[in-house]
């Protein structure tokens, strides 16, 4: 290829992209959680809470909405450029069993209600369901129902990533605005498997909202969204989008 003056023109190639943002049918389902919730609900036991994440909560959600319909929301991670990268990912939940669902989870709405764990009975025969006994397995906090009972408003959480020589856009959460006018997060997490980050009040994270806010001494939006830890040099920006 050659230029205006007839030299050869170097052909720029452009990078190699991926794109996790949200399918249509899982967009709609986020836009279909503005509105009335009539729970919130996660799977107790070890790795809801952690010491080292204060006020967070990993597990698979299930939101009930005001019409009944439950929408799971968990993760999905996808190797890419050495890497794993991860979006939101929001599914319908099949009507269960009279009460099974409720019994199993515990409930964010009512937090006497903290669902069951399996472990092995003392002859270690068999499994057997009882409530999580440990504080850290359960979420004891208050009631968010006079909060997430409506929620005024839903954005995305978009991460734009560059870096090796390669770009990627993933719909890394859900910003909600909450009956009160305050602020909850959800967030893909690429570890464990199949949960989400839920945060009742965003704390650090904040600044995924407010990208004009002060940053906070040794926290950044690459900290944050879990490529502190990556080797290769990349550059991480978020952006919000109404859904």
């Known amino acids: 290829m050659t230029g205006p003056d007839g030299t050869a023109a170097e052909l720029k ?9 949200l399918p249509a049918d899982e967009g709609a389902l986020a836009a279909s959680l503005v509105g009335t919730w009539r729970d919130l609900l996660y799977v107790p036991g ?11 909560y990993r597990s698979s959600l299930v939101v009930i909405r005001g019409d009944g319909v439950r929408i799971r929301v968990t993760s999905r991670v996808s190797p890419a450029f050495g890497a794993d990268l991860s979006r939101l990912a929001l599914e319908p939940v099949a009507p269960p069993r009279p009460g099974a669902l409720d019994q ?3 409930s964010f709405f009512d937090p006497a ?10 002859d270690r025969g068999a499994g057997a369901a009882r409530p ?6 359960r979420y004891g906090g208050p009631s968010l129902t006079p909060r997430l009972a409506r929620v005024t408003r839903v954005r995305l959480v978009r991460e734009h990533g560059r870096g090796a020589g390669a770009e990627w856009t993933a719909d890394r959460g859900l910003a909600l605005t909450a009956a009160d006018g305050g602020e909850c997060l959800v967030l893909a997490v ?8 839920f945060l009742p009040v965003p704390g650090l994270y904040r600044a995924l909202l407010h990208g004009g806010a ?3 001494p040794g926290v950044t939006v690459r900290d944050l969204l879990g490529h502190g ?8 920006t978020v952006t919000l989008h109404p859904v």
């Not at 999580?132 to 397995?137: I, L």
Request: glycine share 6%.
């Open 13 to 21: 190639m452009a990078p190699p992209h991926v794109d996790l943002t």
């Open 46 to 56: 070890p790795g809801l809470t952690s010491p080292l994440d204060p006020g967070a």
């Open 104 to 106: 199993a989870l515990g």
């Open 113 to 122: 209600r903290t669902g069951t764990i399996y472990a092995l009975t003392p």
């Open 132 to 137: 999580p006994d440990r504080a850290e397995w």
């Open 190 to 197: 690429s570890e464990p498997a199949e949960v989400a980050l």
């Open 214 to 216: 002060a940053p906070q």
């Open 229 to 236: 830890e990556r080797d290769d040099e990349v550059e991480v």
